[in-house]
């Protein structure tokens, strides 16, 4: 790399760091506005449910398209294209008369973020050539990612109690322009070395595998996980991704190389990270419904206590590199699958008294610690394995487990915390003389519940509204119990799967993955030190021939 680019690696990955912010938070933000969207636009849950959904859908099943289009026409030309749809699409959204026209909208916003969020990952990978500063690089952009979903409903909330809820997408519009202006500004273009074949049946097999499943997932809770409907849908999914697998193994360019996943390396690093943010996705749906239901608090007052999340990812995250950069990624990655699970086990212990600095916030604060564990590290053995060229893809499927993985985790735990609430609910009001139309809306929801709490003669009003609390502490308990296990048994399992990434020069960041064990025939590193390297040199490579970066494109071309 050059030095004049090496002078600005820095300012380039805040650029990139704001664009992942930029379409990260849409995950949550969006969220705190439901209330006010059923009103104006007279949404149903099942309206309300797709307005969130219709994002993660999208977004999930088009990340590995964005990778590979970005892998062929270059990540920043994707990336920029990605910023300027993200902010049409957001106005589309902010005009919307109708649900059905929000709910488009919203897919196109997944649609344009499945641009940006890998190309952002690709491009630090590449512009990022020495091993340590790479590795304080990818820590920052996986705490972007998980700070992002921490503040969106605190954003949400402030614009709300300010504005009208299409302010929750006219705010893209000015934080996009500035992401294009820094974009332009400081973060390098790259071209491809080779641009083979178009991958079409590739392309259009991974988003009906991607698509289907993760629609699956998300009808589940509602539609109910024994019913054929869901049945059908994971079996059908599961069938299209081993068409997708077969068909990729015979190409000579595929749209990923599914032999990566031969490498226990990186298949149990992409699987940690897909249950990290099972966890944190079934998280905030969970302790934003016990500020709002059980704690009362407003969209913003619950919005800003989740902020403690944010801010131990953002000071953990760097640290977890240092740490996985000394001692590897398997006993950091094993140390924050254990401190997730420990934090859902402290939440064992509250209750609807409980109060937020005595228990919640340090039950928060490990979970955030755990993740900043896993996400960092994890990453860079995902992207570690990868060749340049792969580079797209690869950061795609790092991206597309946090999507699978968070859209798991809400509706596995919303699931077990519904089924528990609404056949607890009935039993607990069927006695109290309440109307059994009444007590059916009560059902529908926690919130739900509350809304019926506070319309009952006010002789009943605090015995309704404790047994909707009580009932929802109960559901919250045992999906909670979910979590710990699952997350401890994610940690014992990389105990013997992570195997190899510790110990004198065998670190995961100098190990070249073909001389790791299980490693696919043909997987390199890129853009690492050799281990005796000198500081800031680069890697070895056969005479005349050049990096993806030293193939760039001005810096002010797309």
Sequence with gaps: ????????????????????????????IVNVALPTLARDLDAGISGLQWIVDAYTLVFAGLLLTGGYLGDRFGHRRMLLTGVIGFMGVSVLAASSQNLGQLIASRGGLGLFAALVFPATLAIITTIFVDTRERATAVGIWAAVSGIAVAIGPVLGGWLLEHFSWTSVFWVNVPFGLVALAVILTVVPGTRPLAVPRFDAVGVALSVAGLGLLTYTLIEAPHVGWGETRTILGIVAALAILTVFVVTQLRIAHPILDVRLFANRHFATAAGMISVAFFALFGFIFLITQFFQAVKGYGPLAAGVRTLPFAIVMAVLSPVAMVLSHRFGARYVAVTGAFLMSGGFALVELSSRTSGYWELIIWAMSLMAAGLAFISGPCTQLIMDALRPEQA??????????????????????????????????????????????????????????????????????????????????????????????????????????????????????????????????????????????PQGAGPARPRGEESEIEREVPAGTA
Excluded: C
């Design 1 to 28: 790399m050059r030095t004049g680019r090496m002078g600005s690696r820095w300012w380039a990955l805040g650029a990139l760091s704001f664009a992942e912010l930029l379409v990260m938070i849409d995950n949550t």
């Design 392 to 533: 797209g893809a690869g950061s795609a499927v790092n991206d597309t487990t946090r999507e699978i993985g968070g859209t798991l985790g809400v509706a596995v735990l919303g699931s077990i915390l519904t089924s528990a609430y609404v056949a607890g609910i009935g039993d607990r009001l069927s006695g109290s003389g309440l109307p059994r139309e009444v007590i059916a809306t009560a059902e529908q929801s926690v919130m739900a519940g509350v809304e019926v709490a506070g319309r009952v003669p006010t002789a009943m009003s605090d015995t309704v509204r404790a047994a909707v609390q009580e009932v929802f502490m109960d559901g919250l308990h045992n999906a909670v119990w979910a979590a710990v296990v699952i997350t401890a048994a994610a940690g014992v399992a990389a105990v013997f799967l992570l195997r190899g990434t510790v110990g004198g020069r065998q670190l995961p960041f100098e190990t070249h993955p073909s001389q790791a064990p299980d490693a696919p025939q043909g997987a390199g590193v890129t853009h690492l030190q050799a281990p005796d390297a």
